[in-house]
């Protein structure tokens, strides 16, 4: 890549993200080193390690990003890897979902599991049922799991963005390494080990830093679980006090530092590409359809993870359609009126269009700056590169609240940010702006792992006979690039779409919510708020289902993610 | 590709029947923020059913009153320490750049904490009801205050719309299962058979429920001057004695949260056995839970003498930009009909149109015929009960913040220490040193919340209360692993 050019995408995306990240983080983050009228210190950080209950935060928020990546790990690999080798029954749905988790709406989600793993909950019905145990000793799941029931939900969240990224990892590797190893006579195992894994490792590593960095910040898990001796609580805790406490951006400084370097480490060890640059033979499909017990025993797997992760997922189901479901499997009544009120209420069809327009527009920047900085980290050869990469995974680490803040600051009357609010109010830039910048690492890390293993001989031969950079852009590197950019895409766009901390406290006025702010309205309705919230959410749930499943069917030929 | 365009009906066909349902099925009646003459700019944590019952019956009134339309433009950043934030962000940024309003008209919601801080900083204008209407406050149909607590401030910049209390709701299936009885008052929740089961609001996030354990503490102060005591003596054990029950209700919580709704939701649905919250909420999950034969499993008590009677105000800011119209807005709160939309049944003349609301009335004249039995809480008669319990804001007025970090050290960062030693505690059966070592408030006491907690707050040196905080944190947690070994220990 010219290396002019590489300059210049550079300062526009660090022109970007210096205005539009880093400096409404650093206004909030002020406080933690600065005193009024004294000047800056590292006092308020200094305390903060000082007082064991933060220190054992910190520890443990680390702990659970570690066991959690681990765990997700653990799920995610074996169902991309059977899902690349094999050929089994019902392959098509399942692959599509097993992506479930993706569309658990914030809020009701949380009340999805509680309705079945609370002490009063479906679970535990089924046990009492099943005889297994005594209704009057009903089992708090959720009062004793904690830092593994944590983990868990964790990991049966965030196990697609790993599975995503290493199932478009496995796509790009050449067959013919892996048919190479085994005419050698190389078991199995071993192939996995020598041949396999190494190929994926950047897939692993796109997807494990998100999942680590997300779960090392993670809020709304612990607080299911009333777990509250881990840091991303601590911080949420000290934001809402209404005591102006400068320690909780003290916090959010150090954990900006931990996931900044852990980044940094697990990237010099994972993050480069060993072997992968070999040309990707088109059509050419390693499936095998093993025999029918062991394709069986593979459905059954994969049906198993979806079957565990949509626990919350049946529980908001189930309660949208419920009269008071309570002590019971299943809830004694049903009914469709709160869809009919949900649906009806004058806040929602508003809702729906804002949360697509905002999530849309946040994905396209999204994809156009991700290319771009993708562009520049892998196919460059500029100096600070690695810091760009970084820089781009931060808002991960950045809490929802503090930069939604920071963003509340800069956007009112006679601050920098306020040209971008409409003269009534609407907030559709400032948000647009403020998903993109948040949703940008899963593009990023997406397009990387798709970049290093694209063979840059291909771009090459493309240039060397005469096609200008754009050209080859669009019709070699973005379809070489093609499963990456879906899966970064569709995440970037989900996760968009159920937003949670700059839709609460950006969009003020109904007429401006989006959806995740409609869902967090009806829940405080009175009687039957819950339901109502739940009914929102699985409107949310399906709408996002058939994107995502449409965005892979749509979009499958062109990189083999899905092999549909 | 022949192939493709089924592939793309059979995606886009879903999506667009998915994205009709709700145009198809909305409420077309409320007026839209396009189509009004007027505007009104509200900034409130009320909730949906709230904003929307008072955005359209205002706008019906103000319509037949002048012929012109009024959209309520509600703006919602969350609760009220957001509300906070973007009231102090919003004006700080107004006065750096010389302008008087921020853009607002009126405050509406919250507790009487929030809105004595924003009038404070002098954010409010007057409020012509006063004047227009001093009949209403000469007559008492609006008293100045009642239980010890105001109803409006003596410069009358805000002023309460409606009554608001916490209570205790509990779920009778949990207590039926646990074999206990229903709680009366707060100091049942500090009962170990709670163990694990109470689910608490919490006091540093929220002015209101601050009050409620600021009720609880001051409560046993009156206990201890009505026993004959000092005052000095009273305030010192009465306080003791309100820290002990705090710290017992604490070790029982399973949490401490300020979603306002979590509490009566995780009672209703048995995932606590009791908890602490607000009257309305207590009352419409008691209601709406209601089986066939009248018994609902989840009820709602005020605490007797436990608790004073506040009011939720509303206000207009200065330099707003509908002056006139917010003071309409104002007046209209306080008409009958604007009064009686908080409790007259759904449907109903002078009830809202979709919900009912629950909240109890601040006239006075509405608890009486023709209006008392068209509303859906007649039985609860806050004015004869309000004076059960007087709050005296010299007793624990200046104790108010330090006891939100008080309780923040004593049991929400030590909470994981607090629950271990209270359930070693319960296991040996309470056995007195580990107790002592548990209770041991020592560096809490009346005078030293009021000298050393208040007077570090008041400083503004972060660093010092942040090493104040570590410090009694530490000596509370040191406090509960020793209680914890004692008890385990097998010390009788």
Redesign the interface.
Known sequence: MNKGFAYSITAIVCLFFGVFFLYPAAMVMEKAFH??GEGWTL??VG?VF????YVEGLWNAFALGVASTGASLLIAFPLALIGHRYLFPFKKSLSALILIPLVLPPFVGAVGI??IL????ALNAFLVHLGITD??MPI?W??EGRFWGVVIMNALHLYPILYMNVAASLSNIDPAMEQAAQNLGCPPWRRLLRITLPLTTPGIFAGGAIVFIWSFTELGVPLVF?Y??VAPVQVY?GI????N???PYALVAIMLVVSTLVFIASKAVLGRSKLGTAPRPKGRNNEVRPKSGKAWLCTLFFFGVFFISSLPHAGVVILSMSH?W??SVLPEAWTAAHY?EA???????PS?KNSLLYASGATLVDLILGVAIAWVIVRSTIRGRAILDALVMLPLAVPGLVLA?GY??LS????SFHFLVGS?GNPMWLLIIAYAVRRLPYVVRAAVAGLQQANIALEEAARSLGATPMRTLRRVSLPLLGANLIAGGILAFAFAMLEVSDS??LA????HFPITKAIY??????????ELASALGV?AM??LG??I??AV??GGKKGGLFRM | MRGNWKKYLGVFVPMAVVIAAPMILRDDETVGAGAADLRLEVITPHNEAIRREFGDSFSKWYEKQTGKSVYVNWRQPGGTSEIKRVLDSAFTTAEANGREGIGLDVFMGGGVYDFSLQAREGRFQPLDIFEKQAELFESGVIPTKQSGENYYPPDKDWLGVCLSSFGICYNLDSLDRLGMEAPTGWSDLGDPSYQKGIALADPTKSGSVAKAFEMLVQQHIHQELKSGKSREKACEDGWRRGMNLIQRIGANARYFTDGASKVPHDVAQGDAVAGMCIDFYGRTYNESLKKADGRSRIEFVSPVGGTSISVDPVAIFRGAPNEELAQEFVRFLYTKEGQMLWNARPGEEMGPRHRALRRLPIRRDLYEEPYLSQMIDAEVMPYETADEFMYDSSLTGKHFSPLRLIIRVMCIDSHQEMKAAWEALIEADFPKEASERFFDVSPIGYQDALEKVRVTMKSGDNVSVMRMTNELGRHFRENYRAAEKLAKGGER
Do not use: C
């Not at chain 1, 609370?118 to 909950?121: E, L, P, W």
């Not at chain 1, 649906?343 to 069809?349: D, E, R």
């Not at chain 1, 009112?412 to 601050?415: A, R, T, V």
């Not at chain 1, 003020?508 to 007429?511: A, D, G, I, P, T």
């Open positions: 005193v009024e006092s308020f305390e000082k007082n064991p209950v509680k309705q609370g002490i009063q909950g209704a009057a708090d959720l009062g009333d509250t001796r805790d809402k006090d209404l005591g406490n400068p320690f008071d309570y002590a009919k649906l009806s209420h004058p806040l929602v069809v729906i803040f509340l600051a009112q009357d006679g601050e009534d609460l406290i003020q006025q109904s007429e309205s009806l829940i405080s309705m009175l009687g039957n708020g819950y409107w399906v709408f058939i994107s499943i449409g069917v749509l």
